[in-house]
């Protein structure tokens, strides 16, 4: 079975990796004594970038047998040092090559640098047509006869899922502020004023409406239409947390703002229901294993899942200037 992983989740392929790296691009006609120190370093260079928010190593695994790897790095050489970050170290073992797994290693690491907010990433490469393939455009030739290619890697479209009390709402807002794409909240489509329910196949057509336009970040669950939207999502974040997390949310959400009008459901002030605390405390019984299965037919390197908040906020501050962290 192939599946991705980031080689830091996967550190036993670490020392294999760095062997391949070394005697693919590294110094030639070296003495075996040589090359194993080389390959040390390489190792422990390797371990090093993992501290590195912008550096990125992903591997690609036939059950337990390394296929390939691919990376972003922040720089690639002494050229061109204005751009970052860089797409770099495609590599297929020789005995896989030509059944398509390059286009998998390069999906995936294009998928991650989406999840990074890199809509722009650069790569420099001796090869003739081969990254054409794979939506690289050609900027300029090198000094040193390589070629320099740009990939432009658009977000346009963003889908937010998880528990009332999660923190959707806020996160959509954040995002629409750093990516400059309109936050729309399921909720304001679901009800009007004084928290009365529109008619669901009417707000089904116009979620689904909603979803068609070109740009958007949407926060919220709404089962019957969520496989349309996941599709067509260029991210999916799923915002997985516990049951107390969700309360804990709620509660200090209705403390804050209880009988104010809600920003992101406008006409409705903040209340609290035995209904509403009966949804958030069975959603991880009910809700979460419907939204799961429809999660399971979407590409895995186009979501995002964050267990616990402090990881949500850890990636909003590595990935975003504006940030502002997400707390119940």
Known sequence: MLKIYNLKDKPKYIEEVATLTQKEWG?????????????????????????NASYCKLILLDNEELVGFISIFPKDGDERTD?????ATMYVKEK???????????????????????????????????YEKFGAKFLELLSTGEKLYCFEIPINRISIIGGSGSGKSTLANILSKELNIPAIHLDSINYNANWIQRNKKERDKIISSKSNEEKWIIDGNYIKTLKERAEKSDLIILLDYSTFTY?????????????KERIDIPGCKERINFEFLKYVITYNKKKRPKILEILQNISDEKILIFKKQKNLNKWISNYYIHNKNISN
Do not use: H, M
């Open 247 to 259: 309360l804990k949310g709620v509660c200090k959400r209705i403390f804050k703002n209880y009988n």
């Open 27 to 51: 110094q030639k006609n070296l003495s075996i004594d040589e090359f194993k120190a080389k390959v040390k370093n390489k190792i422990l260079k390797i371990k090093a970038n993992f501290k």
């Open 83 to 87: 751009l970052s970050p860089w797409y």
């Open 96 to 130: 896989y090559r030509g059944n398509g797994y390059s286009k998998i290693l390069n999906d995936a690491i294009l998928a991650e640098a989406r999840k990074r907010n890199i809509n722009k990433i650069y790569l420099k490469t001796d090869l003739e047509n081969y």
